[in-house]
């Protein structure tokens, strides 16, 4: 499995090989290649549906508990499948969509990494290695919303998504690091193992809810949706990959993987399934009032993910099996469906429902593609929708917990579905044309969509080719063996009942709103009214706010004014060294001051003085001199005090800096008196304070007693060791060789620092 | 400035101040001196020239760029790390090599010598850089 990875991230890198000629196929290439995969999968299924793992595992950081861990189960196959085959027909679609817009080398380039990281995600059994696959999805999602980065629009919704996502993988590897801790494992079985010591442990519930987090950010459930809304500013073949096998779909595979351990916990059943309700219905209530058919789309994903967390959330068998069909299902329609939308616009150049109308003429090929995905969603039979939708229905009257709600949200929630589907159908198809119709046919585009809808058409004649992928993976996740049928006549029963009920009031609903056009503003005026809260607006507003907030903040400390920041740092320097020096007080000044030489004493003399002078000459180059004198003096005395090293470098660096300051101050204004003379004994005062604790703490530092000298290792060991008698040297170059390898670092970067700032032009006016 | 007794002096100055760079940072192991006082001295030259010279005769001159100094430093400090992480030793142990000449008699070359010879050219690219960038915008 390593394999298949690293194939994805060498064919990414590879397609920038590719020859100019055949560069207008490289979406087909990597469809062939997905198509292997896909494949080498199919392949396993076998191995699998015995009840087999295949597992793979390489040490990275085996010290972190990282390693590159990845097993091929039943649930990480279904997902696998779909990631695979619905990216095979997604780089075919995107080979034909793409033609006309520029960089789409670099769009394959991301698409073939979003895959290989999807694939990542569900193969990975180690949670760092997952967390880190998690992200990848996130900042690759980023880049490929915002691909048509020159509109505002699609560069705040990747923004957006990028933050949403962002926070809640941030959520989700606390959680993992919580949860790490008690088991002191990364790894899933290990926590599958033990999950009742998770459960038990006082750590759970935070844990808990921080990867529910995760997963309601990533899988867009409802307070967190709006990013998914933003996310359809991508180009429609990401849309269409995003919505239906990956990105929204992981935090929906996390959900199943973690099951095993927190699934049936009093949390899990009142948390998850309460959530995913309120998505469904949030997303099917608001769909019916959009005019743009990708909008449309995006809303009922919404919906269908609300379904799935519902579903993991009840905790019974026939729940994750409608969960798990739903996933075909709905991964079958979505992508068809996005596709076709994108088809349409092609065709027509407009994504709004109002617009469009009267296509069936142009393209019947089409409208009978549409009408077998949009039956599909509206879950009518003979569609795979159908059985799924029964599947739903059954499992919420199964549910341990508030059944009979859940029955009445889900039946709710399909109402709008069903009337949502014959509304794109009739608005688009029927009636009147509206629009003038591209030359281009764009018949390619459809090849695509025509095989999902043929799949949601032929597993839903014929279910139980459905089940040898089922059921390895419901093993899986409820961990006990578990033989399922499926069919598409289940006999007259009330889930029959209900479904009728549903498609008959959902065409009801239908004809309303078709009949009377205004219904639909009036609508809208109200859904406006009853939730104000735009979560897109609130988020953007929210942020911007956030960043005022740091601004202002960031302006108290950083002010830009030098004299200010060095007082700052000098006032505190102070301060810590005075503390230092009260609480370890109890030494005394050294009363034996030994007497010098005459000519020390004196050039201590002459240093003081020029000290002074320097600080009140009105004349720069005077006071230049002055402080090399100072300078100089002082390395006069290293000498005196045989510090030669020492001595040497400080002459030169002296020379160097009056040279320096010499061809500084000829471009500089002459000394004006600028301080008033507040501000001049202000800093007197502080420098003389500063001076003064310097004094103590030199003066105390004589006393302090630092036994056993570490300088007599260096005296002792530098010939010996180091084949070395400069011992200043030798410290330099080799017992302390990583500090001068940082330093003259430091010196580099300064040094560029300083050359990049004196050499910025100012703007000409 | 542009002064002929100064700048005749530079010609023959160099091959002392370059020559006593060098050697300051040869005995440097040894006796006083090391990277940081030979490239301090090479640096100090230039910056005697700059006082003969416009700024643009010295770069003319120089024909490397500080810039390139500064890097060519730092890849020979860590150049000189290579040996010891190669021979398994723990990473910047000094590794010696003695050879035997019939005229000098035995010389020790190791890695730390290398890395002075970074530091040497670090000190002297940085002075450089920030010598001519004040010179230069003023």
Redesign the interface.
Same mark, same amino acid.
């Given at each position: 499995m390593n394999i298949i990875l690293i194939l994805y991230l060498a064919l990414a890198f590879a397609l920038f090989l590719i020859p100019k000629k055949i560069s207008k196929q490289t979406a087909l290439i990597v469809a062939f290649v997905q198509l292997v995969v896909f494949v080498y999968f199919i392949g396993q299924l076998p191995t699998i549906s015995t009840g087999n793992t295949i597992r793979s595992s390489v040490d990275w950081m085996p010290d972190l508990g990282l390693n590159l861990e990845f097993t091929l189960d039943g649930l990480s196959l279904v997902f696998c499948l779909l990631i695979t085959f619905i990216g095979f027909l997604v780089f075919i679609y995107a080979n034909t969509y793409m033609k006309s817009y520029p960089g789409t080398m670099k769009f394959y380039f991301y698409l073939t990494l979003f895959s290989g990281s999807m694939l990542g995600l569900v193969l990975s059994s180690n949670l760092v290695l997952l967390f880190i696959f998690w992200e990848l999805t996130s900042i690759l999602s980023f880049l490929l919303i915002s691909f048509f980065n020159e509109k505002e629009q699609a560069r705040k919704a990747a923004f957006q998504s990028l933050f949403v996502t962002g926070f809640g993988g941030l959520c989700l590897f606390i959680a993992i690091i919580l949860i790490g801790s008690i088991v002191d494992s990364y790894s899933v079985t290990d926590w599958v193992d033990k999950a009742q010591l998770i459960r038990n442990d006082s750590r759970y519930l935070p844990a808990l809810i921080l990867i529910l987090i995760g997963v309601f950010t990533k899988s867009a459930q409802f307070p967190f949706h709006f990013w998914l809304l933003g996310a359809m500013q991508a180009p429609t073949p990401v849309s269409a990959y995003l919505h239906s096998a990956t990105m929204v779909k992981a935090g929906v595979f996390l959900l199943a993987r973690l099951y095993p351990i927190f699934g049936g916990t009093p949390e899990w059943t009142h948390i998850v399934p309460v959530i995913g309700a309120l998505t469904m219905l949030t997303g099917s209530y608001l769909a019916i009032t959009q005019i743009d058919i990708k909008l449309i789309l995006a809303y009922t994903t919404i919906s269908a993910l609300g379904i799935l967390t519902l579903l993991l959330g009840i905790d019974t068998k026939l729940s994750v099996k409608a969960a798990l069909v739903f996933l075909f299902v709905h991964a079958f329609y979505k992508a068809a469906l996005f596709m076709l939308a994108g088809f349409i616009t092609k065709l027509t150049g407009t994504r709004g429902i109002d617009r469009l109308g009267g296509l069936i003429r142009s393209t019947p090929m089409g409208f009978i593609i549409t009408m077998i995905a949009l039956l599909s969603m509206a879950g009518m039979p003979p569609m795979l929708g159908f059985i799924g939708k029964e599947l739903i229905y059954e499992a919420k009257f199964d549910s341990p917990w508030i059944s009979s709600l859940l029955v009445v949200l889900g039946v709710t929630s399909n109402i709008f579905m069903v009337a949502i589907s014959f509304l794109l159908l009739f608005k688009v198809f029927l009636g009147k044309s509206k629009t003038s119709l591209s030359k281009n046919n764009y018949l390619m585009l459809l090849f695509s969509p025509g095989i999902l809808a043929l799949l949601s058409l032929g597993f839903g004649l014929f279910p139980n080719l459905l089940t040898p992928f089922i059921e390895p993976a419901l093993s899986i996740i409820r961990a006990d063996d578990i033989q399922i049928k499926l069919k598409l006549w289940h006999g007259f029963n009330q889930v029959l009942l209900l479904s009728t009920f549903t498609v008959l009031m959902g065409i009801m609903l239908f004809i309303i709103i078709y009949r009377n056009k205004k219904i639909i503003t009036v609508w809208q005026r109200i859904n406006n009214r009853l939730f104000a809260i735009n979560f897109t607006n609130a988020f953007s507003a929210g942020l911007d706010k956030f960043i005022a907030f740091s601004t202002k903040n960031t302006h108290f400390i950083q002010h830009g004014y030098n004299r200010y920041y060095i007082i700052t740092i000098i006032i505190f320097t102070s301060l810590l060294l005075s503390f230092q020096l009260y609480i370890t007080r109890g030494w005394e000044i050294s009363s034996s001051f030994t007497f010098h030489p005459f000519y020390i004493s004196g050039l201590v003399v002459i240093i003081s003085l020029s000290a002074l002078l320097s600080v009140f000459s009105k004349n720069g180059i005077f006071t230049v001199t002055a402080m090399a004198v100072t300078g100089y003096g002082i390395s006069l005395i290293y000498l005196y005090y045989s510090a030669? &090293?020492l001595a040497?470098?400080q002459i #030169?660096?002296e020379?160097?800096m009056v040279?320096?300051f010499v061809?500084?101050l000829? $471009?500089l204004p002459k000394f004006t008196k600028l301080s008033s003379k507040s501000t001049k004994i202000r800093d007197a005062t502080i420098a003389l304070c500063f001076g003064g604790i310097m004094t103590l703490l030199s003066l105390k530092a004589i006393n302090v007693d630092l036994s056993p000298s570490i300088s007599d290792y260096f005296v002792d060991n530098s010939a010996l060791l180091?084949? $070395?008698?400069?011992i *200043?040297?030798?410290i +330099?170059? &080799?017992f302390r060789?990583?500090d001068?390898?940082g330093e #003259?670092?430091v010196? *580099?970067i /300064? /040094? +560029?620092g300083?050359?990049t700032l004196?050499?910025i032009k100012k703007p000409k006016k | 400035m542009n002064s002929i007794i100064l700048q005749i002096a530079a010609k023959y100055l160099k091959i002392l101040f370059l020559s006593f760079a060098f050697i300051a940072l040869i005995r440097g192991h040894n006796y006083p001196g090391g990277g940081f006082i030979g490239g301090l001295l090479a640096a100090l030259y230039i910056v005697y020239n700059s006082l003969a010279f416009t700024s643009r005769q010295i770069k003319q001159q120089l024909r490397v760029r500080p810039e390139h100094y500064m890097g060519a430093g730092l890849i020979c400090a860590l150049l000189s790390f290579l040996p010891s992480l190669l021979s398994g030793a723990p990473l910047m142990k000094g590794i010696w090599l003695s050879l035997n000449t019939s005229i000098m008699g035995e010389i020790k070359l190791g890695t730390p010598l290398l890395f002075d010879i970074g530091i040497f050219l670090t000190v002297m690219g940085v002075t450089l850089l920030f010598l001519f960038t004040l010179s230069i915008n003023k």
């Open positions: 030669i &090293d040497i470098t #030169i660096v020379t160097l040279v320096m061809l500084v000829r $471009g180091a084949y $070395g008698k400069n *200043v040297n030798v +330099l170059v &080799d060789a990583l001068t390898l #003259i670092t010196l *580099v /300064a /040094a +560029l300083v050359s004196l050499n | -």
